[in-house]
């Protein structure tokens, strides 16, 4: 339920009108290995229901799958009723954190002929385990640095060049490998400032690191 709430929030941050993808795929809901999200399960899905049954949210899309690999997710908008509940645009960005990803060691295989391919399971080694402190210590002091967007206030919206927002506490990370190969790959992602124009990433302000 604070997931969902907290997705609604931001969501209603962005536009009044904008919606928000909720996967509810039988692959998405129980799947199994290292990659579940806690968060997805029975459990979620009733949520949704129950929210839409009290007119909380509204469907706007059916999602649908259009390959083995890729489908379209639903999506949900919030009504008004659920003002009385949330303080739907009255937040900030200082109000949400990211929680890290239950693995943040990610082996693909090659992409498919959409050009995506789902996680792969693996057995860990002396490596994969080197990773993946490494990786969660980044994401701790990532967390907890004094991270701030130059010339934005904490309510404003930026778009970055892909036009999505610019979401301050998207800080945790997870490091993916490709083609079902340790060597290939091996990139950081998601962190929010890897999407913003490059003339805008970093720059120190009075020893504090600042976007």
């Known amino acids: 339920m604070e997931a969902i709430a907290c997705n609604l929030l931001v969501t209603a941050m962005v536009a009044s009108d904008a919606t928000l993808s909720v996967p509810r795929s039988h692959a998405a809901m129980w799947s199994n290995g290292r990659y579940r999200n806690p968060v997805f399960g029975q459990h979620f899905v009733d949520i949704l229901d129950l929210m839409a049954k009290l007119n909380f949210i509204g ?22 009723v659920l003002s009385r509940h949330l ?28 050009g995506r391919g789902l996680p792969l399971d693996y057995v860990d080694t002396r490596g994969t385990k080197r990773w993946r402190r490494e990786v969660r ?17 904490h309510r404003a919206i930026r778009l970055d060049r892909e036009g999505q927002p610019i979401e301050p506490y998207r ?30 990433r970093f720059g120190p302000l009075d020893g504090v690191g600042s976007w």
């Open 171 to 200: 800080r945790t990370l997870r490091r993916v490998f490709n083609n079902e190969d340790w060597r290939s790959g091996g990139r950081l992602y998601d962190g929010f400032w890897m999407t913003m124009e490059r003339t805008e």
């Open 87 to 114: 303080p739907l645009g009255a937040t900030d960005w200082n109000a949400f954190r990211r929680e890290e990803e239950t693995e943040v060691i990610v082996l693909k295989p090659e992409k498919d002929e959409d």
């Open 59 to 80: 469907e706007v899309t059916r999602g649908y799958r259009y390959s083995q690999a890729a489908s379209q997710p639903t999506t949900v908008r919030a009504n008004r």
């Open 137 to 153: 210590a980044i994401n701790v002091w990532l967390t907890t640095a004094p991270i701030t967007i130059i010339g934005n206030d």
